[in-house]
């Protein structure tokens, strides 16, 4: 080959760049802070798509008290508001300090064990709608409790409960929506379903 053809003849070797003086401001880049969940919570993050679809198996928008249980980082109450649902008809418990503080946003928080503030306000309230992903060492006392809240609250509609609960999870009155894949939860090797009750 020959050698002229790594030359660059009559051609500068240097390029001249016009300078500019100014970019103009900059958008400033927030970048939210990863939420850190302790393995001791039991809380294993909804997905984005299981979310939206137990919104769907919930039933229409409309001012229906809704309960979130456990709500953990808030991966279900996100999912309500993203299909209509008003945050202010919204009550999500949860006993995880730190979790509690960023649920907020989504509607009001009660910042207690759900099972002890569930025993405290029975008889007292009545939700017609219920989302939930329970723990699942304890999945059927959590739906119990969810369950013993639950009335018509002045609505026609039958209350309804949609929980995501491990593949072995029984109850008389549940429906099986689904089972998910077994790869859901990256940090559970639970399988697990989509179950509904109407009341």
């Known amino acids: 080959m020959k050698r002229a053809v790594?030359?660059?003849?009559?051609?500068?070797?240097?390029?001249?760049?016009?300078?500019?003086?100014?970019?103009g401001d900059l958008e400033k880049?927030?970048?939210?802070?990863?939420?850190?969940?302790?393995?001791?919570?039991?809380?294993?993050?909804?997905?984005?798509?299981?979310?939206?679809?137990?919104?769907?198996?919930?039933?229409r928008q409309g001012?229906?008290?809704?309960?979130?249980?456990s709500a953990g980082t808030g991966q279900l109450s996100k999912a309500l508001l993203v299909a209509g649902h008003s945050r202010f008809e919204l009550v999500q418990v949860e006993r995880h300090i730190r979790l509690a503080a960023g649920l907020d946003k989504f509607g009001s928080v009660v910042n207690r064990c759900f099972l002890e503030w569930s025993a405290e306000v029975a008889g007292k309230v009545q939700f017609p709608r219920v989302i939930m992903n329970p723990p699942f060492s304890d999945v059927r006392k959590h739906v119990a409790a969810a369950v013993s809240l639950m009335g018509r609250n002045g609505h026609t509609e039958a209350p309804t409960l949609v929980a995501l609960v491990p593949v072995t999870f029984q109850h008389g009155d549940a429906e099986t929506l689904e089972t998910l894949p077994v790869d859901t939860f990256a940090t559970a090797r639970v399988h697990t379903k989509l179950i509904r009750i109407r009341l």
Not at 43 to 58: E, F, G, N, Q, S
Not at 64 to 69: I, Q
């Open 29 to 59: 880049v927030e970048i939210a802070e990863p939420v850190r969940v302790d393995r001791a919570t039991e809380c294993h993050v909804t997905p984005d798509d299981v979310a939206a679809r137990m919104v769907d198996y919930l039933g």
């Open 63 to 69: 001012d229906f008290l809704t309960l979130e249980p």
């Open 6 to 23: 790594y030359r660059r003849p009559n051609k500068p070797m240097v390029l001249t760049v016009q300078r500019r003086e100014r970019f």
